[in-house]
C-alpha cells in the first residue's frame, strides 16, 4: 500500500567546486519534478508527496549527519567510493524506514537507492534528460523498477527514426555553415565534460585529469591527430590544456559539437561518458565509450539494460500520459516530436525578406 509519494535525487551527492557541501547539487531537481508533476501524481494515487534532499534540519539520513556517521571526509571521491555499491547496514535501515511504503519519483537516482528500492520493494519512476539534445526541444528519459510501468514507458517511447530524422537535419545545416577549418581526415575527437558527474564515476572513483592523459595518449597510438573539446560548462580549462599541450598531435577544437558530429573526416567519436557519445551514431559516426559503464539510454537489441530509459514523448508534461504510466488502464496515443515549420528556413540557413 501506498502511503506517500516522495521526490528525490542522488541525495548524498558531493561535488567539490561548492564550498556549502549541506546544500543538495540536486535539490534544484528535486524542487523542479516536484512542481511539474507531484499534482498529476496525487490525483492518481490519492496520497500526499513531499521533497526529500537530503537538507532536512534535524534528520537522521541528512548529508551530513551521513558523512559524519561515516567517518569519511565531505568530498566528491567520498561520494563515488559508496556510489555503485551499497551504503552501511546503519543507513540502509534508517532510508529503508523513511522510504517504506512509498512511491518514489527521482532525478537519476543513484546505484545506491536503486539497490536499496529493489530491496525494499519500493516502487520508484526515474527520469533524467535524455543524451538527444538536438531536437526542438528536449527529452525525458524515464525508467522504473516496476515491472508493468517499465514496460509501458517502453511502448510508448520516442522511436530511434525520429533521431535519425532530427539529426540528417541538423548534419545538412552544418554542409552549409561548417565549411572552414574542419578536423584533418582520419582523425579523433574526445569529447570533454564538466568536473563533477555521476557518470565519471568508476570502481570508486571519479575519472579525471589522469586518466584523461591516459587516454589521449593511447588514442594517439592509432590516430595522426586527436582534437580535444571542451564542455561548454566547464570551469577549470587550465589544467586540461596543460595536459593536452604535453602531448604531441593533440589539440583543442572549438566548434559546435554537432558540426563535429556531422563531419565525415572524423573516423572516431570517444570520451569518457559524454552525452554526445550517444548521438554520435545518428550521424553516422563510429563511437566509443572509454568508462567501462552502461549506456542506460542504450535500447539497441541485446545491449539493452533493464532498466534502461526510455525516451519519453512530449505526452510527459500531461496529465494523460502518467494516468497512462501509473493505471495502465488509459488509451494513449504518444505525441512524438516533429519536424518544425521552418525546417527547410533552418537547414539552409539564408534567408529572404523575413
Known sequence: MINKIIFTSDIYKIDDRSSDHFRSPQSINIDWLHVLFSGFLESLLGVQSEKFSGEEINSRINRLFFFETLGRPVSSQAWASFYESTLEPEFQSRLADYFKDSFVVGFELPPYLINLFNQENVTFVDLSIHPVRYLNDYVFGIRSNEQGLQQRAMKARVPDDVFFDFARLCAARSARVFRNDRPSAGSALFLGQIEVDASLICNGGVYGLEELEASLIDLRRSYSKVYYKFHPHRKDRTSVEDVISKIGGCELIDANVYDLLSCRELSLVTGFSSSAIHEARYFGRSAERILPTRDL??????????????????????????????????????????????????SLNQKWGR
Open 297 to 346: 539510454f542504450d535500447l539497441r537489441g541485446e545491449q539493452q539494460d533493464p532498466v534502461a530509459y526510455a525516451p519519453a514523448p512530449r505526452d510527459i508534461l500531461q496529465f494523460e500520459y502518467w494516468e497512462y504510466l501509473v493505471s495502465g488502464k488509459a488509451d494513449f496515443s504518444q505525441t512524438l516530436p516533429t519536424i518544425a515549420d521552418d525546417a527547410l528556413k533552418y
